[in-house]
């Protein structure tokens, strides 16, 4: 996030246009030729006021930031629309970071170690825009996101992000078991 007054240079749209992955998935779009409803996305946005908070100290912070930047489909249906979205991801190991505060000088190697960071960049279909030969802009934004889920992993050495949102979906299935589910 910039300060007041500060302006975000091109360089990151650069690097992401430059992409392969992105060029490669860019490849794959075509205008789409009908229109299509959508409902509104605003109610199925979870606010901060529906969350019960806890007390649970956790071992791990997982802190997430990024950016997206809609382009204009060239030549193609009027509001025709692409999404570029870059993330970047943190991990932060907390027991770390507290056996490093007992000493009185902080080594800025090792705190350096206790975070893990990360970053994805890719394009997705927007307004007007069917992936390969897919029936809808809606699915083809579902297929991008299932693929995108399914080839990242944001660590290495850690699940894919599909698998991790499995994982999240079953404990809520489990905890809401019964009652619906949003």
Known sequence: MGFEGEFASYEPLRRLLDSEKVK???KR???????EE???????????DQVEESNLKPDLILAIDGSNIVAKAENGYPGAEFGYITVAAVLIDLKKVEELENHDFINPKE?????KPSTIESVFPGCNVILD????????LRRRLFEELEDNRIFQD????LETYEYLFDIKRTLFQGEHLP
């Open 29 to 35: 779009f075509k205008i789409r030729k009908r229109e």
């Open 133 to 140: 030969k897919g029936k809808s802009a809606k699915a083809s």
């Open 111 to 115: 705190f350096r170690k206790t975070e």
């Open 158 to 161: 850690g699940e894919t992000l």
């Open 24 to 26: 490669a998935l860019q």
């Open 38 to 48: 959508t409902k509104e996305f605003e109610e199925s946005i979870l606010r901060k």
